[in-house]
């Protein structure tokens, strides 16, 4: 987990490293990128159901990510947030299988970045250059 806080830091910091490109921007990439892992973790499980599940969950954190762009910061907290709870879920039950030491890493990651995304907005600071 402490692995997971740095990986929540750094994901927090990550439009100082595409400064070129909008903060929302660079989050949302973010949000659908750790919700694409688990689409290869559905494929390496091989069982069609899974496949589907989690093409369906990670379309849908796609939909925020991009409503996000344009739309409220709080979206984007949300989606990480969001995603940290469905990381606790399969963590839980299990769901896909040969992810045990996954998904307590990934939501530590969701859950410091949505905190750190939150004072940002609430703090009305820019993070970029």
């Known amino acids: 987990m402490g692995w997971g806080v740095l990986g ?9 490293a595409f400064f070129w490109i909008e903060p929302a921007t660079v989050y949302a990439l973010g949000l659908v990128l750790i919700a694409a892992v688990y689409l290869g973790f ?12 989690e093409t369906c969950v990670a ?3 796609v939909v ?3 409503a996000g762009v344009t739309g409220s910061g709080w979206l984007l907290v949300a989606g990480l947030a969001g995603h940290g709870l469905k990381d606790l879920w399969q963590h839980r039950t299990g769901f896909v299988a040969n992810t045990r030491w996954w998904p307590p890493f990934c939501a530590t990651v969701d859950v410091v970045a949505a905190a750190l995304l939150a004072v940002v907005i609430l703090a009305d600071l820019r993070v970029g250059w």
Not at 8 to 16: K, V
């Open 42 to 53: 559905g494929v390496a499980d091989g069982r069609t159901k899974v496949i589907a599940v």
């Open 8 to 16: 929540g830091c750094l994901q927090a910091a990550s439009p100082l």
């Open 59 to 61: 379309s849908a954190f």
């Open 64 to 66: 925020v990510a991009a």
